[in-house]
């Protein structure tokens, strides 16, 4: 599957809430985060 880079805009607490998904190893990084959301 061919991937595209795309930019987003976040907030601080948005930007915490993300890495703390990923530190409790609900998620390996930030983009297999956004993957699951759409």
Known sequence: MATVRKT??????QDEWIKSQVANGDYTNDSEYFRDLI
């Not at 987003?8 to 607490?13: F, G």
Request: proline residues 0%; charged residues 35%.
């Open 8 to 13: 987003i805009t976040l907030t601080d607490k």
